[in-house]
């Protein structure tokens, strides 16, 4: 069960590395948060703006396959939004929108065999980003203009954590519907840059691994793993 072990703390380098360090020995489910995170992670290289008022936790996974945990947060996070009335929608392929901007993101960790550590940032009561961050970054508190009981949300947080987690274990294929339902991304017309390589071409589908099945000018279809979304034309507006 997600949640029934829960360590809180003031202040973290990152809730990511002290579940790491804790995994071993805990229990699948555990939870690691912090008020504030002095070294938040973000995707690979990046670092995570994590100011008091947003939600910052870590959840220990011991799942048989790592496949899709991530896609799984996404569609937990997005759930847990939505229940605020948030118009939210998920970036491929695991991003949190409101618009154009990122107001949460997730960094799934793999750590030993058998551990799966999920980051979850969400800037919940965030009133003001940094310079560079302002173009491309939201909160809810941005968005609605009012202040949110933390509490509360991390309470929704860890219960759809806990239903989608199961979902992925007893019915992926009814997961994978609810990705696809608000990732909005299939059919629509997109290019992404693949490491470095830049893909243009139709959405048709992703695969039971959260990959994205891109079909080509020409018909043939490539399987995508990672990549960023860099144009949105016409055809992809939300
Ligand atoms: C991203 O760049 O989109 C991933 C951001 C993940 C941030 C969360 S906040 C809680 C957890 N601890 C970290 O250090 N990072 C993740």
């Not at 504030?36 to 996974?61: A, C, D, M, N, R």
């Not at 901007?101 to 979850?120: C, D, P, Q, R, W």
């Not at 990959?211 to 018909?219: D, I, Y």
Request: net charge positive.
């Amino acid at each position: 069960m997600i949640g029934k072990k829960i360590y809180k703390f003031e202040r973290l380098d990152s809730t990511n590395d002290y579940a790491s360090k804790i995994a071993k020995e805990s229990i699948e489910g555990t939870i690691v948060i912090a008020d504030y995170q002095s070294k938040g992670k973000g995707t690979p290289g990046k670092t995570w703006f994590s100011p008091e008022g947003g939600i910052w936790l870590s959840v220990i996974l011991k799942p048989k396959s790592a496949s899709c945990i991530s896609l799984m947060a996404s569609v937990a996070v997005y759930e847990t939004l939505k229940s605020l009335k948030l118009p939210v929608w998920i970036k491929w392929p695991n991003d949190v929108m409101v618009n154009s901007k990122k107001i949460s993101g997730i960094l799934t960790e793999a750590h030993g065999k058998n551990n799966a550590i999920v980051g979850i940032g969400i800037n919940l009561n965030v009133s003001e980003f940094p310079e560079e961050l302002k173009s491309v970054a939201t909160s809810a508190m941005i968005e609605k203009n009012k202040t949110f009981n933390k509490q509360k949300v991390i309470n929704i947080l860890i219960k759809q954590l806990d239903k989608k987690y199961s979902l992925l274990k007893k019915r992926k294929g009814k997961l994978l519907e609810e990705w696809k339902k608000y990732a909005k991304i299939i059919g629509k017309q997109i290019k992404i840059n693949t490491n470095g390589e830049l893909i243009e071409g139709k959405v048709k589908d992703i695969d039971e691994n959260g990959a994205l099945m891109v079909e080509m000018t020409g018909g043939k279809v490539k399987k995508i793993t990672t990549g960023t979304i860099t144009l949105r034309n016409a055809d992809f507006r939300f």
